[in-house]
Protein backbone atom coordinates (compact mmCIF):
# COMPACT_ATOMS: atom_id res chain seq x y z
CA UNK A 1 0.00 0.00 0.00
CA UNK A 2 0.79 3.39 -0.19
CA UNK A 3 3.82 4.84 1.78
CA UNK A 4 2.66 6.81 4.69
CA UNK A 5 1.99 10.40 4.26
CA UNK A 6 2.90 12.84 6.50
CA UNK A 7 -0.98 13.26 8.08
CA UNK A 8 -2.34 15.01 10.62
CA UNK A 9 -5.63 12.12 11.44
CA UNK A 10 -4.80 8.56 11.74
CA UNK A 11 -6.78 5.97 12.89
CA UNK A 12 -6.49 2.05 13.02
CA UNK A 13 -8.76 -0.78 12.14
CA UNK A 14 -7.70 -4.13 12.99
CA UNK A 15 -8.62 -7.49 11.01
CA UNK A 16 -10.81 -9.99 12.88
CA UNK A 17 -10.80 -13.78 12.73
CA UNK A 18 -14.22 -15.46 13.69
CA UNK A 19 -13.70 -18.71 15.68
CA UNK A 20 -17.39 -19.76 15.86
CA UNK A 21 -20.29 -18.93 13.69
CA UNK A 22 -19.41 -17.30 9.92
CA UNK A 23 -22.70 -17.71 7.76
CA UNK A 24 -24.74 -18.78 10.04
CA UNK A 25 -24.57 -15.26 11.99
CA UNK A 26 -26.27 -14.12 8.31
CA UNK A 27 -29.56 -15.78 9.61
CA UNK A 28 -29.47 -15.02 12.84
CA UNK A 29 -27.24 -17.30 14.65
CA UNK A 30 -24.38 -16.24 17.46
CA UNK A 31 -20.72 -15.75 16.08
CA UNK A 32 -18.12 -15.24 18.49
CA UNK A 33 -15.00 -13.04 16.69
CA UNK A 34 -11.63 -11.56 18.09
CA UNK A 35 -9.89 -8.93 16.34
CA UNK A 36 -6.27 -9.49 15.19
CA UNK A 37 -3.17 -7.10 15.76
CA UNK A 38 -3.01 -6.85 12.34
CA UNK A 39 -5.28 -4.33 10.09
CA UNK A 40 -5.11 -1.24 8.35
CA UNK A 41 -4.61 2.33 9.41
CA UNK A 42 -5.78 5.38 7.46
CA UNK A 43 -4.22 8.31 7.29
CA UNK A 44 -6.16 12.04 6.83
CA UNK A 45 -3.97 14.99 5.15
CA UNK A 46 -5.90 18.43 4.74
CA UNK A 47 -6.92 19.00 1.22
CA UNK A 48 -9.43 21.35 -0.74
CA UNK A 49 -11.17 18.39 -1.79
CA UNK A 50 -12.32 15.53 -0.02
CA UNK A 51 -10.40 12.56 -1.85
CA UNK A 52 -9.07 8.99 -1.05
CA UNK A 53 -6.42 7.67 -2.45
CA UNK A 54 -6.80 3.51 -3.59
CA UNK A 55 -3.97 2.04 -2.97
CA UNK A 56 -2.54 0.85 -6.44
CA UNK A 57 -2.05 -3.20 -5.41
CA UNK A 58 -6.23 -2.84 -5.23
CA UNK A 59 -7.85 -2.98 -8.65
CA UNK A 60 -10.84 -3.96 -10.96
CA UNK A 61 -14.42 -4.61 -8.77
CA UNK A 62 -13.06 -4.19 -5.62
CA UNK A 63 -11.34 -1.03 -6.42
CA UNK A 64 -14.90 0.49 -7.62
CA UNK A 65 -16.33 -0.70 -4.72
CA UNK A 66 -14.05 0.62 -2.64
CA UNK A 67 -14.53 4.00 -4.02
CA UNK A 68 -18.24 3.91 -4.40
CA UNK A 69 -18.46 2.82 -0.66
CA UNK A 70 -15.78 5.75 0.26
CA UNK A 71 -17.87 8.50 -1.91
CA UNK A 72 -20.74 7.40 -0.18
CA UNK A 73 -19.39 8.01 3.51
CA UNK A 74 -17.54 11.15 2.28
CA UNK A 75 -21.34 12.27 1.14
CA UNK A 76 -22.64 11.01 4.95
CA UNK A 77 -20.32 13.38 6.74
CA UNK A 78 -20.52 16.36 4.36
CA UNK A 79 -17.44 16.02 2.29
CA UNK A 80 -14.87 17.29 4.82
CA UNK A 81 -11.79 18.36 3.15
CA UNK A 82 -9.18 15.65 3.80
CA UNK A 83 -7.31 13.52 1.71
CA UNK A 84 -7.06 10.03 3.03
CA UNK A 85 -5.17 7.49 2.42
CA UNK A 86 -4.09 3.71 3.52
CA UNK A 87 -1.64 1.10 4.83
CA UNK A 88 -2.39 -2.05 5.62
CA UNK A 89 -0.43 -5.17 6.97
CA UNK A 90 -3.40 -7.48 7.09
CA UNK A 91 -3.39 -10.12 4.12
CA UNK A 92 -5.82 -8.63 2.03
CA UNK A 93 -9.36 -10.60 0.54
CA UNK A 94 -8.78 -13.63 2.74
CA UNK A 95 -11.47 -13.50 5.23
CA UNK A 96 -9.73 -11.99 7.77
CA UNK A 97 -12.22 -9.01 7.85
CA UNK A 98 -10.19 -6.74 5.85
CA UNK A 99 -12.73 -4.72 3.80
CA UNK A 100 -14.64 -4.04 7.62
CA UNK A 101 -10.72 -2.87 8.82
CA UNK A 102 -10.63 -0.14 5.91
CA UNK A 103 -14.29 0.58 6.70
CA UNK A 104 -13.62 1.37 10.45
CA UNK A 105 -10.48 3.24 9.36
CA UNK A 106 -11.77 5.60 6.84
CA UNK A 107 -14.68 5.83 8.65
CA UNK A 108 -12.98 6.98 11.79
CA UNK A 109 -10.99 9.57 10.10
CA UNK A 110 -13.95 10.66 7.83
CA UNK A 111 -16.09 11.49 10.73
CA UNK A 112 -12.84 13.00 13.17
CA UNK A 113 -12.20 15.61 9.67
CA UNK A 114 -15.88 16.09 9.99
CA UNK A 115 -16.56 16.68 13.78
CA UNK A 116 -12.50 18.00 14.33
CA UNK A 117 -12.91 15.43 17.73
CA UNK A 118 -12.67 11.95 18.15
CA UNK A 119 -15.61 10.09 17.19
CA UNK A 120 -17.73 7.41 19.23
CA UNK A 121 -17.96 3.73 18.59
CA UNK A 122 -21.12 3.65 17.30
CA UNK A 123 -20.79 6.78 14.82
CA UNK A 124 -17.66 4.68 13.55
CA UNK A 125 -19.98 1.54 13.41
CA UNK A 126 -22.43 3.18 11.90
CA UNK A 127 -20.56 4.54 9.06
CA UNK A 128 -18.44 1.52 8.22
CA UNK A 129 -21.91 -0.11 8.30
CA UNK A 130 -23.13 1.56 5.06
CA UNK A 131 -19.18 1.31 3.66
CA UNK A 132 -19.37 -2.91 4.30
CA UNK A 133 -23.02 -3.30 2.41
CA UNK A 134 -21.06 -1.70 -0.64
CA UNK A 135 -18.48 -3.99 -0.20
CA UNK A 136 -20.88 -7.39 0.74
CA UNK A 137 -24.59 -6.43 -0.30
CA UNK A 138 -25.54 -8.12 2.96
CA UNK A 139 -23.07 -8.31 5.86
CA UNK A 140 -24.13 -9.55 9.00
CA UNK A 141 -22.40 -6.47 10.75
CA UNK A 142 -19.98 -9.38 12.84
CA UNK A 143 -16.87 -7.46 10.76
CA UNK A 144 -17.05 -4.44 11.35
CA UNK A 145 -18.45 -4.68 14.71
CA UNK A 146 -15.24 -6.32 16.01
CA UNK A 147 -13.06 -4.12 14.20
CA UNK A 148 -14.48 -0.83 15.88
CA UNK A 149 -14.81 -2.53 19.46
CA UNK A 150 -11.56 -3.85 19.17
CA UNK A 151 -12.27 -7.12 21.25
CA UNK A 152 -14.08 -10.26 21.40
CA UNK A 153 -17.35 -10.29 21.19
CA UNK A 154 -20.46 -12.26 20.97
CA UNK A 155 -22.97 -11.06 18.16
CA UNK A 156 -26.10 -12.04 17.10
CA UNK A 157 -28.16 -9.84 14.38
CA UNK A 158 -31.89 -9.65 15.13
CA UNK A 159 -34.62 -8.90 12.38
CA UNK A 160 -33.62 -6.59 9.96
CA UNK A 161 -34.34 -2.61 11.10
CA UNK A 162 -33.31 -3.83 14.63
CA UNK A 163 -29.95 -3.15 16.56
CA UNK A 164 -27.35 -6.42 16.45
CA UNK A 165 -27.24 -7.64 19.89
CA UNK A 166 -23.12 -7.42 20.68
CA UNK A 167 -21.18 -8.57 24.04
CA UNK A 168 -17.71 -8.11 24.82
CA UNK A 169 -16.40 -11.62 25.84
CA UNK A 170 -14.11 -11.75 28.91
CA UNK A 171 -11.89 -14.13 27.85
CA UNK A 172 -10.36 -16.47 30.84
CA UNK A 173 -7.49 -17.19 29.36
CA UNK A 174 -5.15 -15.69 26.65
CA UNK A 175 -6.28 -17.54 22.90
CA UNK A 176 -2.88 -18.04 21.07
CA UNK A 177 -3.70 -18.46 17.30
CA UNK A 178 -1.96 -19.57 14.34
CA UNK A 179 -3.70 -18.12 11.06
CA UNK A 180 -2.78 -19.87 7.71
CA UNK A 181 -4.02 -18.85 4.76
CA UNK A 182 -4.78 -21.60 2.09
CA UNK A 183 -4.82 -20.16 -1.43
CA UNK A 184 -6.98 -17.44 -3.27
CA UNK A 185 -10.35 -17.51 -2.71
CA UNK A 186 -13.45 -15.95 -4.84
CA UNK A 187 -14.79 -13.01 -3.33
CA UNK A 188 -17.15 -12.83 0.33
CA UNK A 189 -20.60 -11.93 -1.60
CA UNK A 190 -20.28 -14.56 -4.21
CA UNK A 191 -20.03 -17.51 -1.50
CA UNK A 192 -22.43 -15.38 0.79
CA UNK A 193 -24.61 -15.55 -2.28
CA UNK A 194 -24.62 -19.16 -3.43
CA UNK A 195 -25.30 -20.30 0.14
CA UNK A 196 -28.22 -18.27 -0.28
CA UNK A 197 -29.35 -19.79 -2.80
CA UNK A 198 -29.21 -23.34 -1.52
CA UNK A 199 -30.74 -22.17 1.41
CA UNK A 200 -33.44 -20.98 -0.38
CA UNK A 201 -33.94 -23.97 -2.09
CA UNK A 202 -34.15 -26.14 1.18
CA UNK A 203 -34.51 -24.00 3.62
CA UNK A 204 -35.61 -26.54 6.50
CA UNK A 205 -32.09 -28.17 6.31
CA UNK A 206 -30.18 -25.37 5.97
CA UNK A 207 -31.75 -23.86 8.78
CA UNK A 208 -30.97 -26.52 10.98
CA UNK A 209 -27.62 -26.32 10.38
CA UNK A 210 -27.26 -22.97 10.90
CA UNK A 211 -29.16 -23.23 14.14
CA UNK A 212 -26.41 -26.06 15.10
CA UNK A 213 -23.44 -23.45 14.34
CA UNK A 214 -25.20 -20.89 16.31
CA UNK A 215 -25.48 -23.68 19.60
CA UNK A 216 -22.26 -24.95 19.17
CA UNK A 217 -20.99 -20.96 19.02
CA UNK A 218 -22.82 -20.09 22.24
CA UNK A 219 -21.35 -23.32 23.77
CA UNK A 220 -17.51 -22.21 22.22
CA UNK A 221 -18.55 -18.39 24.11
CA UNK A 222 -18.98 -19.99 27.61
CA UNK A 223 -16.10 -22.06 27.27
CA UNK A 224 -13.69 -19.29 26.26
CA UNK A 225 -15.09 -17.32 29.29
CA UNK A 226 -14.47 -20.47 31.38
CA UNK A 227 -10.65 -20.62 30.10
CA UNK A 228 -12.02 -24.25 28.74
CA UNK A 229 -9.64 -24.01 25.43
CA UNK A 230 -9.98 -27.53 25.00
CA UNK A 231 -13.64 -26.90 24.82
CA UNK A 232 -13.04 -24.45 22.73
CA UNK A 233 -11.07 -25.79 20.46
CA UNK A 234 -13.40 -29.08 19.58
CA UNK A 235 -15.97 -26.88 19.36
CA UNK A 236 -13.81 -24.86 16.48
CA UNK A 237 -13.73 -28.84 15.01
CA UNK A 238 -16.96 -29.51 14.75
CA UNK A 239 -17.74 -25.74 13.69
CA UNK A 240 -15.20 -26.57 10.30
CA UNK A 241 -17.45 -29.72 9.71
CA UNK A 242 -21.06 -27.76 10.04
CA UNK A 243 -19.32 -25.38 7.52
CA UNK A 244 -17.80 -28.20 4.89
CA UNK A 245 -21.81 -29.29 5.24
CA UNK A 246 -22.82 -25.67 4.39
CA UNK A 247 -20.76 -26.49 1.13
CA UNK A 248 -18.65 -23.41 2.18
CA UNK A 249 -14.89 -25.26 2.85
CA UNK A 250 -12.28 -27.17 -0.38
CA UNK A 251 -9.80 -29.50 -0.16
CA UNK A 252 -7.40 -26.34 0.41
CA UNK A 253 -9.51 -25.33 3.27
CA UNK A 254 -9.76 -29.20 5.12
CA UNK A 255 -6.07 -30.35 4.30
CA UNK A 256 -5.21 -27.10 6.41
CA UNK A 257 -7.35 -27.81 9.04
CA UNK A 258 -6.09 -31.24 9.08
CA UNK A 259 -2.54 -30.08 9.39
CA UNK A 260 -2.82 -27.33 11.89
CA UNK A 261 -4.80 -30.52 14.61
CA UNK A 262 -2.25 -32.67 13.25
CA UNK A 263 0.47 -30.08 14.34
CA UNK A 264 -1.03 -29.75 17.77
CA UNK A 265 -3.74 -27.42 17.43
CA UNK A 266 -7.02 -27.81 20.38
CA UNK A 267 -8.63 -27.25 17.02
CA UNK A 268 -8.96 -25.73 13.96
CA UNK A 269 -11.83 -24.39 11.48
CA UNK A 270 -11.71 -22.08 7.84
CA UNK A 271 -12.29 -18.46 8.97
CA UNK A 272 -14.28 -15.66 7.48
CA UNK A 273 -16.36 -16.27 4.15
CA UNK A 274 -14.63 -19.57 3.08
CA UNK A 275 -15.13 -20.85 -0.22
CA UNK A 276 -12.40 -22.15 -2.29
CA UNK A 277 -9.49 -21.22 -0.11
CA UNK A 278 -8.35 -17.85 2.19
CA UNK A 279 -7.96 -18.17 5.92
CA UNK A 280 -7.64 -21.15 8.09
CA UNK A 281 -7.30 -20.30 12.46
CA UNK A 282 -6.04 -23.08 14.65
CA UNK A 283 -6.02 -22.55 18.31
CA UNK A 284 -2.58 -23.60 20.06
CA UNK A 285 -0.89 -24.00 23.40
CA UNK A 286 1.71 -23.38 21.97
CA UNK A 287 1.88 -22.40 18.12
CA UNK A 288 5.89 -22.01 17.95
CA UNK A 289 6.66 -25.29 15.96
CA UNK A 290 3.57 -25.09 14.13
CA UNK A 291 4.66 -21.47 12.26
CA UNK A 292 8.16 -22.47 11.82
CA UNK A 293 6.62 -25.86 9.77
CA UNK A 294 4.11 -23.39 7.85
CA UNK A 295 7.16 -21.07 7.00
CA UNK A 296 9.44 -23.95 5.96
CA UNK A 297 6.74 -25.04 3.53
CA UNK A 298 6.27 -21.21 2.10
CA UNK A 299 2.56 -21.15 3.38
CA UNK A 300 2.03 -17.22 4.47
CA UNK A 301 0.64 -17.36 7.77
CA UNK A 302 1.04 -15.65 11.25
CA UNK A 303 0.67 -15.81 15.18
CA UNK A 304 -1.92 -13.57 16.52
CA UNK A 305 -2.39 -13.80 20.75
CA UNK A 306 -5.97 -12.48 22.21
CA UNK A 307 -4.82 -11.40 25.29
CA UNK A 308 -7.31 -12.34 28.76
CA UNK A 309 -9.27 -9.73 30.38
CA UNK A 310 -11.39 -11.12 33.09
C1 LIG B 1 -17.35 -12.86 6.61
O1 LIG B 1 -16.21 -12.43 7.34
C2 LIG B 1 -18.34 -13.50 7.53
C3 LIG B 1 -19.62 -14.02 6.87
O2 LIG B 1 -20.38 -14.61 7.92
C4 LIG B 1 -20.41 -12.92 6.20
C5 LIG B 1 -21.05 -11.94 7.19
O3 LIG B 1 -21.13 -12.22 8.39
O4 LIG B 1 -21.50 -10.90 6.70
C6 LIG B 1 -19.31 -15.10 5.85
Redesign the pocket.
Known amino acids: MRARPSGFLKAFGPGKV?LLG??A??YGST?LAVPLRLGVTAFGTPSPKCSFDVPRAISGDTRARLLRAFQEAADAVGRPSVRVSLQSTLPMSM?L?SSAAVAVAVASVLLQASSGRSPSTGRVRALAGGMEVVF?G??????HACSALGLPIRFRRLAAGRTPLVRAVRLRRPLELLVAIAGQRRA?RD??SALRQRQARWPLRYRRLFQEVGRVAEEGVKAAEAGDLEALGDAMNVNHGLLAALGVSSPALDGMAGFLREAGALGAKLT??GGDGGAVVGLFPDAGPAHKRLLRAGVSCFVSRVEASG
Request: proline share 5%; net charge negative.
Open positions: IEHVVAGGHTPSGVDTTVGA
